[in-house]
């Protein structure tokens, strides 16, 4: 499946004005409903369910969170490289937080995201929360 870069790149400004919504429905619906996203090699966040669950957790530990994209690439096929930057303060710390990752996606034909890998340096991420 070839896909449009200007279809990808308005799909990666909608995904960063949902996570910019602090509201984890509008991240969760950029995803097929039988998406999964793995961050870090971790357990998969499996549905559309389970990637509201894992966004509403980055906004209960990070409520002002702020992403910007990085850098949107169009790599082969239906597989897309979103590298991300997110800002923001740490709820249980105060601390304040920036943190660079990527995702890589693989794209459903309706341009909705069927699996996601993410990684970001998690040692890092606790480093600057706890100050």
């Not at 702020?66 to 239906?78: M, P």
């Not at 249980?92 to 943190?99: E, F, I, M, Q, T």
């Not at 309706?110 to 606790?126: E, I, K, N, P, Q």
Request: net charge negative; glycine share 10%.
């Amino acid at each position: 499946m070839a896909i449009d870069p200007e279809k990808v790149k308005e799909l990666a400004e909608s995904y960063v004005a949902a996570w910019n919504s602090g509201e984890a429905a509008r991240v969760a619906a950029h995803y097929n409903e039988g998406g999964e996203l793995v961050i870090n090699r971790g357990d998969p966040w499996k549905g559309r369910a389970g990637v509201e669950e894992m966004a509403a957790g980055f906004f209960a530990d990070v409520p002002d969170l702020s992403l910007v994209c990085d850098d949107l690439r169009c790599t082969a096929g239906n597989h897309v490289l979103f590298a991300w930057t997110f800002t923001g303060t740490h709820s249980a710390s105060g601390k304040p937080l920036r943190v660079r990752g990527w995702e890589e996606w693989n794209l459903a034909p309706d341009l909705t995201v069927r699996r996601s890998r993410g990684w970001f340096d998690a040692d890092d991420y606790a480093r600057q929360a706890a100050g």
